[in-house]
């Protein structure tokens, strides 16, 4: 019996608080200006990018389209109303913003990572590793560490294991409390078949998890538990997800993962 599906968390903001948005966005935006309406619009992307810091994307969203229609050109904007809707999973309205904010910007390093990664999470692969690349060319961009997180998740949806070590690696080097990262490697591990550091690794993943308040790390630390036999452990693991996170995108994975132990099935 398959214990977990194909598809990953999406929740690349969620588990990062959106950090790296919120300084790329900031840096970008915060030049003083006299015209009313760029000002209104700067002053409702800062409301939403808090808006979006906790979790309330709906309210978020109506104070970016209010921005936007103050001020269509403003880069910043067009980038968060594309993480807004990737947190939606409105991957097409995601990518024509996230686009938006590139032509306004053609050096909006930021908004490029995330367009790679709306582009993987719809299968396009190539597309997404053009954008890479030009990211990793940018040695001005400082949130280097998400661009080889992207790659690593590129090259674990690809099926190339060693590759995505390597590059999620690289990533934990200067981003070491990164839930994504910590996951993905652990996973990248486990679908290797190396499945004591897999287990090794997504162990120390739920406490970095816990604290970007995502389910992600118990959920794969379980799983690797499971395959690895230790039934009891892998039990503990998806009951404390339960009970932290009832909310969270995997509990209902982990709850037929709890009737299934209790069953006793194989």
Request: aromatic share 10%; charged share 25%; proline share 2%.
């Amino acid at each position: 019996m398959q214990t977990e599906g194909t598809n990953t968390s999406r929740g690349f903001l969620t588990a990062v608080k959106i950090a790296f948005l919120s300084l790329a966005i900031f840096a970008f935006t915060s030049c003083a200006t006299n015209d009313e309406k760029v000002s209104k619009a700067q002053n409702r992307l800062e409301l939403a990018l808090g808006l979006m810091r906790g979790g309330n994307y709906p309210a978020a969203l109506k104070e970016l389209l209010q921005a936007e229609n103050d001020d269509s050109r403003n880069a910043g904007v067009q980038a968060a109303l594309g993480a807004v809707y990737f947190e939606r999973e409105k991957y097409e309205l995601s990518e024509k913003h996230f686009l938006n904010a590139l032509r306004l910007r053609p050096d909006y390093t930021q908004a490029r990572n995330d367009l790679a990664r709306s582009y993987i999470e719809t299968g396009r692969y190539n597309r997404a590793e053009e954008m890479l690349k030009i990211a990793l060319d940018d040695l001005t961009y400082v949130n280097y560490p998400l661009t080889y997180l992207n790659y690593g998740i590129l090259e674990f949806k690809k099926n190339n294991f060693a590759k995505a070590i390597n590059y999620l690696k690289k990533a934990l080097e200067k981003d070491r409390e990164n839930c994504e990262t910590q996951v993905y490697l652990g996973r990248s591990f486990l679908e290797a078949g190396d499945l004591t550091s897999a287990v090794a690794q997504l162990e120390r993943s739920v406490s970095f998890c816990s604290q970007a308040e995502s389910d992600m790390g118990h959920y794969y630390s379980a799983i690797a538990l499971y395959r690895g036999q230790f039934v009891d452990k892998a039990l503990l693991r998806f009951e404390e997800l339960v009970t932290l996170f009832p909310n969270g995108r995997n509990r209902d994975k982990a709850e037929k993962m709890i009737s299934l132990i209790k069953k006793g099935s194989p």
